[in-house]
């Protein structure tokens, strides 16, 4: 556009990245030099920088496509949008993170290290053009995540951690072994030349066959769906509240741009072999993690099964292998992180102040915190599927992908677990709405939870009410992979 | 760009919403007087809308157009046409006159008055939406506020649990529509959400039978819970028995009248094969809708009950004037929309003035009644002369033309739908007689009849009654100018499908 400012090709489309790790060193040595008031600098240091790079990755949108690092590294539109979510959750997520007292006794300067490191080796997903690329930044996010989940070191965040590990390696064993059968088969770990060999006619190969579903399982494990879904609500109930907020949409993202890039880009051609099953999983895990969430009484673990269904109405956009399921799962994606993000912050405010993650506890808080218990509902509503919020406007999507698609029985199960996600959605609407609280006290919030959950707040009526800007963007991002 | 009338009647009870969220929650006063200004300018603007409605050109009128998501085909799109001109008046009425009867709310009244104006707003999208998009999104946020509504402000026994199922079913009922909806917006061959364009597609180019007849249901079932079809209505009377009594007023003056609506709107005109295959089991249905709800509606005690039945009743006659699919069949059925909704928000506020100070809606505890609130007992008196059909109110006519039609097309359903008629003359003027006269009870001596203003709403709800009862063809010449479309539509099917 402007003739004055011209990128220079090749190592600029790495800039986000290569701020993203300046940031982190800065992070790791003021972590070492500034012991005593670390986290508050340290954490003005990490949003500040994570806005910087926000800038960055905005910057690359509708720039051409182009791959750097000898295919290591490709920057496309579906690889700036998913950057532009992880941005959030990761700018979030540090937010989180400075208002929990747990964490903060336990000094917070390499916990925002590490919901860094997670953020970069997001950021390489989902630029990887390389299986050994894509392995490389996938662990940088499984390990990352290891020690945040078990950052609380007692009991129940260890019990989490360990969960967590094993369940980890034996999914990162399971990729690798996949990746290795995808590479023997097509001669190339490029993931372009890839998929240029396997549309040459290469879709009978039984190890390529093999190759796909333990790479599919991984990736199952990573987004927690049926049947790798069985860690999350463990995870979720014992690690600490910002890593599951992170988790719940950072991890998730991560896991469907590596299903997207994987499954749509490379392998639709073998969609014949795949899309059925990838139906029938994305039909179970809606309805394990609906089904699973209604007698909890633990928010975060009740948030546990919850993200597990979601992870199930994403599936469905890859069972479509659709243009129009790629960009559903891109809007649902953008609409879950402004929606799941501000429910971890009112989780965040809520036990802050009560010290308590106990369903009941919520009892009477529409009047101990207006505010609170408002922006809870918006996001709860938001999570069922309500108009005119925007997760609402993503399920449509999703839904309307399916049937487009012909999976009509999925579409009715998609349909179906609204009406089951409502029930006990609603259950803690009417806890806090309709119950008498046992402590009348109010519950303040921070300031800075305040703006984020306005911010969040904004971001689910605006999505819902225009949708128009981000479903353009999301068919922009999408036309990448058509 | 200029918004029409339309546009403001949806947009003022919105608008209403997030004014209220500003407003600090001790000013009571002011938070009553902006709902009441966000009902009183829909309320005005439909009336004129009545007035100036052209019936001889029909179609819509005052279309507003603004292209919301081109590559889906979704626009903002709305309009009324003979059918929703009504049926938008009545929702103005009942949601007026229900701000009027909250005044007697005093518990967190700006929540109240939120949700109140958002269900308001929903249902009024409903009723001018041309857009299938904007049809659902409004029809689910007409249902959501229902939750709170009853959940907080109910009647502290039976709220938790009658407050999750109506919301549940009606839930279930809409994402059921909705994947009929999604499935038309496939098979069309315009790939838009546009009602119009979509009719007009179906119309040059018909679905196959067999399709019609598979998706049909969808939407007639779908759509069907809300309206409340036998037997997907046991939501319906709980519901009424345990929502404050505005909400009552709206959830049986208009609520219930969107699943009709829907149906008369979308699933006829779309999938005409498929109407014509299924409506006469809809036929069947409805009679056990008029006589199920009749006959249970006699065995309640409960006030609220009784009315609640027999409004499940009731809608069972506009479903069988809408099986008809003849034009005296479809009038009836949309003249008997507003005519029950007036009658069921006039009878829902004399019982919910009564039990805001008795703290009981047993019939027998009540007693005598009359000699206390003279007023109340004479407007609900009317109601349930109203619901009896007494000539002379609007319902009577409305009854008369749905059992025209069900004469002429199904014979054994009007005979059998007849009954529903004695039994609403016995269970109402039973409540009437039990619950108003006999010896008064002497507990109720300190009851309070309504105060000047609080007479205001019951005024206009009667007023309207006697008008249209009285000048029927007023609100025909409308409803006939938007009913004649979609029977055209369904002839053209018919002679298609019958050799």
């Given at each position: 556009?402007?003739?004055?400012?011209?990128?220079?090709?090749?190592?600029?489309?790495?800039?986000?990245?290569?701020?993203?790790?300046?940031?982190?060193?800065?992070?790791?040595?003021?972590?070492?030099?500034?012991?005593?008031?670390?986290?508050?600098?340290?954490?003005?240091?990490?949003?500040?920088?994570?806005?910087?790079?926000?800038?960055?990755?905005?910057?690359?949108?509708?720039?051409?496509?182009?791959?750097?690092?000898?295919g290591m590294f490709r920057m496309d539109m579906l690889a700036v949008f998913f950057k532009g979510i992880f941005t959030i959750a990761a700018l979030t997520t540090v937010l989180i993170a400075r208002q929990t007292p747990a964490l903060i006794r336990r000094g917070l300067g390499e916990f925002y290290l590490l919901i860094l490191t997670a953020t970069l080796g997001m950021f390489l997903t989902a630029s990887a053009g390389n299986l050994l690329m894509l392995f490389v930044a996938l662990e940088m996010i499984t390990i990352s995540f290891y020690v945040m989940v078990s950052y609380h070191q007692e009991e129940r965040s260890l019990e989490a951690g360990l969960k967590y590990l094993v369940l980890g390696s034996?999914?990162?064993?399971?990729?690798?072994?996949?990746?290795?059968?995808?590479?023997?088969?097509?001669?190339?770990?490029?993931?372009?030349?890839?998929?240029?060999?396997?549309?040459?006619?290469?879709?009978?190969?039984?190890?390529?066959?093999?190759?796909?579903?333990?790479?599919?399982?991984?990736?199952?494990?990573?987004?927690?769906?049926?049947?790798?879904?069985?860690?999350?609500?463990?995870?979720?109930?014992?690690?600490?509240?910002?890593?599951?907020?992170?988790?719940?949409?950072?991890?998730?993202?991560?896991?469907?741009?590596?299903?997207?890039?994987?499954?749509?880009?490379?392998?639709?051609?073998?969609?014949?072999?795949?899309?059925?099953?990838?139906?029938?999983?994305?039909?179970?895990?809606?309805?394990?993690?609906?089904?699973?969430?209604?007698?909890?009484?633990?928010?975060?673990?009740?948030?546990?099964?919850?993200?597990?269904?979601?992870?199930?109405?994403?599936?469905?956009?890859?069972?479509?292998?659709?243009?129009?399921?790629?960009?559903?799962?891109?809007?649902?994606?953008?609409?879950?992180?402004?929606?799941?993000?501000?429910?971890?912050?009112?989780?965040?405010?809520?036990?802050?102040?009560?010290?308590?993650?106990?369903?009941?506890?919520?009892?009477?808080?529409?009047?101990?915190?207006?505010?609170?218990?408002?922006?809870?509902?918006?996001?709860?509503?938001?999570?069922?599927?309500?108009?005119?919020?925007?997760?609402?406007?993503?399920?449509?999507l999703l839904i309307l992908s399916a049937v487009d698609a012909g999976h009509g029985v999925l579409a009715g199960i998609g349909a179906i677990a609204v009406v089951i996600s409502l029930y006990y959605y609603l259950m803690i609407v009417k806890t806090m709405y309709a119950d008498e609280p046992a402590d009348p006290s109010p519950v303040p919030v921070p300031t800075t939870l305040r703006i984020m959950l306005w911010i969040c707040a904004a971001g689910m009526l605006g999505l819902g009410l225009i949708q128009k800007p981000l479903v353009n963007w999301a068919a922009a991002a999408a036309q990448t992979l058509f | 760009m200029m918004l029409g009338p339309v546009s403001w009647i949806l947009l003022a009870p919105l608008i209403g919403a997030a004014l209220l969220v500003c407003v600090p929650s001790e000013q009571v006063r002011w938070v009553r007087r902006i709902a009441a200004t966000a009902t009183g300018i829909p309320l005005l603007l439909a009336l004129s809308l009545i007035f100036r409605y052209d019936p001889v050109a029909a179609g819509y009128q005052w279309v507003d157009r603004i292209p919301w998501i081109?590559?889906?085909?979704?626009?903002?799109?709305?309009?009324?046409?003979?059918?929703?001109?009504?049926?938008?008046?009545?929702?103005?009425?009942?949601?007026?006159?229900?701000?009027?009867?909250?005044?007697?709310?005093?518990?967190?009244?700006?929540?109240?008055?939120?949700?109140?104006?958002?269900?308001?707003?929903?249902?009024?999208?409903?009723?001018?939406?041309?857009?299938?998009?904007?049809?659902?999104?409004?029809?689910?946020?007409?249902?959501?506020?229902?939750?709170?509504?009853?959940?907080?402000?109910?009647?502290?026994?039976?709220?938790?649990?009658?407050?999750?199922?109506?919301?549940?079913?009606?839930?279930?009922?809409?994402?059921?529509?909705?994947?009929?909806?999604?499935?038309?917006?496939?098979?069309?061959?315009?790939?838009?959400?546009?009602?119009?364009?979509?009719?007009?597609?179906?119309?040059r180019q018909p679905l196959p039978p067999a399709t019609q007849w598979f998706l049909f249901p969808f939407l007639l079932f779908g759509f069907g819970v809300i309206a409340p079809m036998w037997p997907f209505h046991s939501w319906s009377p709980l519901g009424h028995a345990a929502a404050p009594s505005a909400v009552s007023m709206l959830h049986?003056?208009?609520?219930?009248?969107?699943?009709?609506?829907?149906?008369?709107?979308?699933?006829?005109?779309?999938?005409?094969?498929?109407?014509?295959?299924?409506?006469?089991?809809?036929?069947?249905?409805?009679?056990?809708?008029?006589?199920?709800?009749?006959?249970?509606?006699?065995?309640?005690?409960?006030?609220?009950?009784?009315?609640?039945?027999?409004?499940?009743?009731?809608?069972?006659?506009?479903?069988?004037?809408?099986?008809?699919?003849?034009?005296?069949?479809?009038?009836?059925?949309?003249?008997?929309?507003?005519?029950?909704?007036?009658?069921?928000?006039?009878?829902?506020?004399?019982?919910?003035?009564?039990?805001?100070?008795?703290?009981?809606?047993?019939?027998?505890?009540?007693?005598?009644?009359?000699?206390?609130?003279?007023?109340?007992?004479?407007?609900?008196?009317?109601?349930?002369?109203?619901?009896?059909?007494?000539?002379?109110?609007?319902n009577f006519a409305a009854e008369l033309l749905v059992f025209f039609g069900a004469w002429e097309s199904y014979r054994w359903a009007a005979v059998a739908a007849v009954f529903g008629i004695v039994t609403t003359a016995f269970y109402m003027l039973r409540a009437v007689r039990t619950g108003f006269y006999g010896p008064l009870n002497p507990k109720w001596t300190g009851l309070k009849d309504a105060t000047p203003f609080e007479k205001i709403p019951y005024l206009i709800l009667i007023t309207v009654l006697l008008v249209v009862g009285c000048w029927p063809q007023s609100l025909l010449t409308l409803i006939q100018s938007g009913t004649g479309p979609i029977l055209e539509i369904i002839q053209q099917a018919s002679v298609g499908v019958l050799p």
């Open positions: 556009m402007n003739p004055g400012f011209v990128i220079p090709t090749g190592w600029s489309a790495l800039l986000p990245e290569l701020a993203l790790t300046g940031l982190i060193g800065l992070i790791l040595i003021g972590d070492v030099l500034l012991k005593e008031e670390a986290g508050k600098i340290l954490s003005g240091i990490a949003v500040a920088g994570l806005a910087a790079v926000g800038f960055l990755v905005a910057a690359q949108w509708d720039q051409p496509a182009r791959t750097v690092l000898a034996i999914a990162s064993g399971l990729f690798l072994y996949g990746l290795a059968f995808l590479f023997g088969t097509t001669g190339t770990a490029d993931l372009t030349e890839m998929a240029a060999v396997i549309q040459g006619g290469l879709t009978e190969s039984p190890m390529l066959v093999l190759g796909l579903f333990l790479v599919l399982s991984s990736i199952l494990f990573k987004s927690a769906c049926v049947p790798f879904q069985l860690w999350a609500p463990d995870v979720y109930q014992g690690a600490p509240t910002p890593a599951v907020a992170f988790l719940s949409v950072g991890s998730k993202a991560a896991g469907f741009v590596v299903a997207l890039r994987l499954l749509i880009e490379l392998l639709l051609p073998l969609g014949g072999v795949w899309i059925p099953v990838v139906v029938f999983l994305s039909g179970a895990t809606i309805l394990a993690g609906n089904l699973g969430a209604i007698p909890q009484s633990n928010i975060k673990r009740l948030f546990g099964y919850s993200t597990i269904g979601h992870g199930g109405y994403l599936l469905i956009g890859i069972a479509a292998g659709s243009f129009l399921g790629t960009q559903a799962i891109l809007f649902y994606l953008a609409a879950y992180a402004f929606t799941n993000l501000a429910a971890f912050l009112v989780i965040t405010a809520f036990s802050k102040t009560t010290g308590s993650d106990e369903i009941r506890d919520y009892a009477g808080l529409s009047r101990r915190s207006p505010f609170l218990a408002a922006m809870f509902f918006l996001a709860l509503l938001s999570l069922a599927g309500v108009p005119p919020l925007a997760g609402f406007f993503g399920k449509f | 081109p590559s889906f085909g979704i626009d903002y799109h709305v309009g009324v046409d003979g059918i929703s001109v009504v049926l938008v008046l009545l929702h103005a009425f009942c949601a007026f006159t229900g701000v009027l009867v909250s005044y007697r709310i005093s518990q967190r009244v700006k929540e109240y008055a939120i949700f109140y104006l958002l269900l308001i707003g929903g249902v009024f999208g409903v009723f001018t939406s041309m857009d299938l998009f904007f049809f659902y999104l409004f029809y689910e946020m007409a249902v959501i506020p229902m939750f709170p509504l009853i959940g907080i402000w109910g009647s502290k026994k039976d709220r938790d649990y009658a407050t999750m199922k109506l919301t549940l079913y009606l839930t279930a009922g809409a994402v059921m529509a909705l994947i009929g909806l999604l499935t038309l917006y496939t098979l069309s061959p315009v790939k838009t959400f546009d009602l119009i364009a979509l009719r007009e597609a179906f119309l049986a003056g208009v609520l219930m009248k969107l699943g009709s609506y829907a149906i008369l709107r979308i699933a006829l005109p779309l999938m005409p094969a498929g109407a014509v295959d299924w409506l006469p089991w809809v036929a069947g249905l409805a009679c056990m809708n008029i006589l199920y709800g009749g006959f249970v509606a006699m065995a309640q005690k409960d006030a609220k009950f009784v009315i609640g039945y027999s409004s499940s009743s009731h809608m069972g006659y506009v479903l069988l004037g809408i099986a008809c699919l003849s034009a005296i069949g479809l009038n009836g059925a949309v003249l008997l929309m507003f005519a029950h909704g007036i009658m069921t928000a006039l009878a829902f506020a004399a019982v919910g003035h009564v039990y805001d100070q008795t703290h009981t809606r047993i019939l027998s505890d009540w007693g005598g009644l009359i000699r206390q609130v003279p007023f109340i007992g004479v407007a609900f008196a009317a109601a349930a002369l109203a619901s009896a059909g007494l000539p002379g109110f609007a």
